[in-house]
């Protein structure tokens, strides 16, 4: 496989998602290092929770093909790299996930209760690929495309903004700060940088105040967390 040696080694440590070693276990390990280290410099601080409005469906193929083009020079290579990325073009595609998503609520509606109308109302609000934007999902390819995509939003934040407090988990990302007011502006660039690629901020993101928590990867995070 020719996307992990040439992809992983651009990608920054706080980008956690997919790879081995890391995953949520090294997002939750990350948060708590920041934690403690926010704890014993400030009183207070604040987190910038963001996420991406319909990742995978949005991730825009022209954008992912020239990211591409800066790495590779073998055109074989690029062919078969944006084959896979423009197989969600094809018109069976969104046929086929509607059979899905119609097999599986004509069996959840035969179970009564709360959690199987919760599953159906998801189900419904899966959406259809749109030519020219989305990556498959299950995918180990478009996975990694999906965990290098935002990389150079990644090395932005590093580097020209100099964060030392960041995690990405594919389209989560939270930033640690004892300044609000430099948290809000970073939002606004990130809003900016987001654009380039194509891609919105959704609703979900928002600045927390550690003293009140925030979720990320599944787990609620807050301040007394730093010392288990």
Request: with cysteine; hydrophobic share 40%.
């Given at each position: 496989?020719?996307?992990?040696?040439?992809?992983?080694?651009?990608?920054?440590?706080?980008?956690?998602?997919?790879?081995?070693?890391?995953?949520?276990?090294?997002?939750?390990?990350?948060?708590?290092?920041?934690?403690?280290?926010?704890?014993?410099?400030?009183?207070?601080?604040?987190?910038?929770?963001?996420?991406?409005?319909?990742?995978?469906?949005?991730?825009?193929?022209?954008?992912?093909?020239?990211?591409?083009?800066?790495?590779?020079?073998?055109?074989?290579?690029?062919k078969i790299l944006f084959e896979v990325i423009?197989?969600?073009?094809?018109?069976?595609?969104?046929?086929?996930?509607?059979?899905?998503?119609?097999?599986?609520?004509?069996?959840?509606?035969?179970?009564?209760?709360?959690?199987?109308?919760?599953?159906?109302?998801?189900?419904?609000?899966?959406?259809?690929?749109?030519?020219?934007?989305?990556?498959?999902?299950?995918?180990?390819?478009?996975?990694?495309?999906?965990?290098?995509?935002?990389?150079?939003?990644?090395?932005?934040?590093?580097?020209?903004?100099?964060?030392?407090?960041?995690?990405?988990?594919?389209?989560?990302?939270?930033?640690?700060?004892?300044?609000?007011?430099?948290?809000?502006?970073?939002?606004?660039?990130?809003?900016?940088?987001?654009?380039?690629?194509?891609?919105?901020?959704?609703?979900?993101?928002?600045?927390?105040?550690?003293?009140?928590?925030?979720?990320?990867?599944?787990?609620?995070?807050?301040?007394?967390?730093?010392?288990?």
């Open positions: 496989m020719f996307l992990k040696p040439a992809l992983y080694p651009k990608l920054i440590e706080e980008n956690v998602a997919t790879r081995v070693g890391k995953g949520t276990n090294a997002a939750i390990k990350l948060c708590k290092k920041y934690f403690i280290r926010m704890m014993n410099k400030y009183e207070n601080f604040y987190i910038l929770k963001f996420d991406i409005s319909k990742y995978f469906y949005n991730i825009n193929h022209e954008v992912l093909k020239n990211l591409l083009s800066q790495i590779y020079t073998d055109n074989d290579v690029l423009d197989s969600t073009d094809a018109k069976y595609i969104n046929g086929e996930i509607d059979k899905v998503i119609n097999r599986e609520i004509e069996k959840l509606s035969k179970i009564q209760g709360k959690e199987a109308l919760k599953q159906i109302e998801e189900l419904k609000k899966i959406p259809h690929y749109i030519d020219g934007k989305g990556l498959g999902i299950g995918s180990l390819s478009n996975q990694i495309f999906a965990v290098f995509y935002l990389n150079g939003l990644d090395h932005y934040i590093k580097e020209n903004l100099g964060i030392k407090e960041y995690v990405r988990f594919m389209d989560d990302g939270i930033i640690f700060s004892p300044d609000k007011k430099l948290l809000k502006e970073i939002k606004e660039i990130i809003k900016i940088k987001l654009d380039e690629l194509k891609l919105e901020l959704n609703s979900k993101t928002d600045i927390y105040s550690a003293k009140g928590g925030f979720e990320f990867v599944g787990y609620s995070l807050y301040l007394k967390m730093a010392g288990y």
